[in-house]
């Protein structure tokens, strides 16, 4: 049984960081792409970050310069380091895993994703 355990959300004022992970059990995460997504009170989810590490990496636009999507092989664990956040970060993050790379990059899709963390909130006061 696969699952993905995300950690280090929590309360933050603008401006400070956070480091969010995630651990999978029963699958390894350097297989198939990784990603972290997003949704925030009343919005659809959203595609923070994708990675595999021979294809381009994702950001969205509105995170890139200040987040960084990276992995760690040998604990098996994809993390995000986000740094000077908005109150517009305020969500519920998710860690997903198990799509397949493409040349171009990592899909967005979220349906495309097979595993799925329960999800971290993160709250962003101004």
């Known amino acids: 049984q696969v699952q993905l355990v995300e950690s280090g959300g929590g309360s933050v004022q603008a401006g400070g960081s956070l480091k969010l992970s995630c651990a999978a059990f029963g699958y390894t995460l350097y297989w198939n792409c990784v990603g972290w997504f997003r949704q925030a009170p009343g919005k659809e989810r959203e595609a923070v970050a994708t990675?595999?590490?021979?294809?381009?990496?994702y950001y969205a636009d509105s995170v890139k310069g200040r987040f960084t999507i990276s992995q760690d092989n040998a604990k098996n664990t994809v993390s995000l380091q986000m740094s000077n956040l908005k109150p517009e970060d305020t969500a519920i993050y998710y860690c997903?895993?198990?799509?397949?790379?493409?040349?171009?990059?990592?899909?967005?899709?979220?349906?495309?994703?097979?595993?799925w963390g329960q999800g971290t909130q993160v709250t962003v006061s101004s």
């Open positions: 997903a895993a198990g799509e397949a790379p493409w040349v171009g990059g990592c899909t967005r899709v979220q349906s495309r994703y097979n595993y």
């Open positions: 990675f595999y590490p021979t294809v381009p990496t």
